[in-house]
């Protein structure tokens, strides 16, 4: 039993790795499962700021002509005058802001409710249901996009006797009685539910699978015991 309940929640949990493409003009929203957690990524824009600097001016050179001085009963002194280049302000060039944030979203978790809780009988069906919603569905605002998140679950029921049932509702209590199981001994029995959520995400209109999935794991015990036998006359 544990041989193929341990492929099955191998092969569930492996999520291929998200992909952006080019982010410059338009918002590039993704959704993808990591770590058991649904992750809304978003990015816009580069973070390209240029900051360009004109080259400092050298002074050019200036060609002087000497005339010897006029005869002058009290001669000025002479002045040197110094010349100071102008620099041009650097030109700064900031191109389209770098806009980018990541969020983090769980999945609702539920234990197994089964019915009845204490020593069902052998041959008597036994009663399975989880409480999880038959859709999870989450709105979410991430650098001024709005993306909406759409999961459904699925369930993967391992009854510790062999049997295992796969469907897509979470089950009942009584009376409705979605899912059952018959036990044809007596004994303790583990039981496993995989529940694996799958969706899509829609952002400007546009409809996308969510890459990967996640997968949540719950067991039981049920115990099973025989009938009384009775004699009567």
Known sequence: MKA????????????PLPAFADCTESACVDVYTKNNQIIIEARKGS?????SRAPKAKPSPTSTLWFPPKYSPAPRPYVK?????????PKRVTRTANLSDRLTKLVPTAGIAFQPEFEALINVPVIFWVDVPQVFQSRVKIIGEVVDVTLRPGFIWSYGDGAVWATTNPGAPYPKAMITHTYSKPGTYPVLLLTTWNGSFTHNGAVRAVTGKVVNASVATVTVVSAPTRFTK
């Open 47 to 51: 973070s390209d700021t240029v900051t």
């Open 81 to 89: 005058r110094s010349y100071r280049a102008r620099t041009a302000a």
């Open 4 to 15: 193929l309940i341990i492929p099955i929640i191998a092969a569930l949990l492996i999520a």
